[in-house]
C-alpha cells in the first residue's frame, strides 16, 4: 500500500464549477498537510498548508483535513482555466523535513 | 516575492560523468532540500540539510550523491557517475524552519537532468 494515494484523474471540468481533489494516506502519523500545484516541467508551488484536522479557506480554494479517516480534500470554487495544472498532495510527520506526495491529479478548465 | 532559484534550468551530461546542480535558497531560510521527479512519476524526497549537515536521506541518496553549502548563498547537489536512472527534473526546496509554524518548504523551478 502506497502512503499517499491521490485520485489519479485527469479531471476535466466547466469554467466556473467547483472541483474537488482527494487524498488519502495511511501514516497516522502525519501532521502536516500541502496542496501544490504544479505547471507542466515547473517547480510545486505551494497553495495550502494545513496542519493537523480542520479546515482553512484561501480565496476560492478550501482545504480540508480529516485525520480520523486519513483523508484530505482540495476544492477549488469558481474554476477558471488559469486553474489547470497537476494538483500534488503532500504531508510531513513532526519529526522529519521529508515531505511524501502522491502521485498528482491533473486538473483542466475548459472555458 | 523571495524565490527559490536554481540552474541551470537543463543539463545534458554523458552517463559517467559528474555533474553539480545549483540552488540559491530563500535569503533567511536555514532548511534545506533536495527532491527529484522523474518524468511521470510522482515528487521524491531526496535529502534535507541544517547547519552544514544532512538531517535525513532516502535510500535514493546513496554514494553517489552529495549535498554541500558552499558559501552563505549556495546549495548544491553533486551526482558523482550518473546512470541513465538518475534522468529527472531536481527540486530544491527551503523552509525557514524544520517543525512548527513556518515550515513551509517552497521549491524552486528545477533542473532538468539528461543522462545520455
Known amino acids: 500500500q502506497k502512503e499517499v494515494e491521490q485520485d489519479p484523474g485527469p479531471l476535466s471540468v466547466p469554467e466556473g464549477a467547483i472541483v474537488s481533489l482527494n487524498c488519502t494516506y495511511s501514516?497516522?502519523?502525519?501532521?502536516?498537510f500541502m496542496w501544490y500545484r504544479q505547471y507542466s516541467r515547473k517547480g510545486p508551488e505551494l497553495l495550502m498548508y494545513?496542519?493537523?484536522?480542520g479546515n482553512k479557506e484561501d480565496g476560492r480554494f478550501t482545504a480540508q483535513v480529516d485525520k480520523s479517516s486519513k483523508y484530505i480534500s482540495l476544492f477549488i470554487r469558481d474554476s477558471q482555466p488559469s486553474d489547470s495544472a497537476t494538483y500534488l498532495c503532500a504531508m510531513r510527520n513532526t519529526n522529519a523535513g521529508k515531505s511524501t506526495f502522491g502521485d498528482g491529479t491533473t486538473l483542466t478548465v475548459k472555458p | 516575492e523571495p524565490e527559490v532559484t536554481q540552474t541551470p534550468s537543463h543539463q545534458v551530461t554523458q552517463m559517467g560523468q559528474e555533474v553539480i546542480l545549483r540552488c540559491v535558497p530563500i535569503s533567511n531560510h536555514l532548511y534545506f532540500y533536495w527532491y527529484r521527479q522523474i518524468l511521470g512519476q510522482k515528487v521524491e524526497f531526496l535529502v534535507s540539510f541544517y547547519n552544514n549537515e544532512i538531517s535525513e536521506k532516502s535510500e535514493i541518496f546513496d554514494d553517489q550523491f552529495s549535498v554541500e553549502r558552499p558559501d552563505g548563498s549556495n546549495f548544491t547537489l553533486k551526482i558523482r557517475s550518473t546512470k541513465l536512472e538518475d534522468s529527472a527534473m531536481y527540486f530544491c526546496?527551503?523552509?525557514?524552519?524544520?517543525?512548527?509554524?513556518?515550515?513551509?518548504?517552497?521549491f524552486g523551478p528545477g533542473t532538468r537532468l539528461t543522462v545520455l
Open positions: 501514516n497516522s502519523a502525519f501532521q502536516y
Open positions: 494545513t496542519y493537523s484536522s
Open positions: 526546496a527551503s523552509s525557514v524552519k524544520w517543525q512548527g509554524t513556518d515550515n513551509e518548504q517552497f
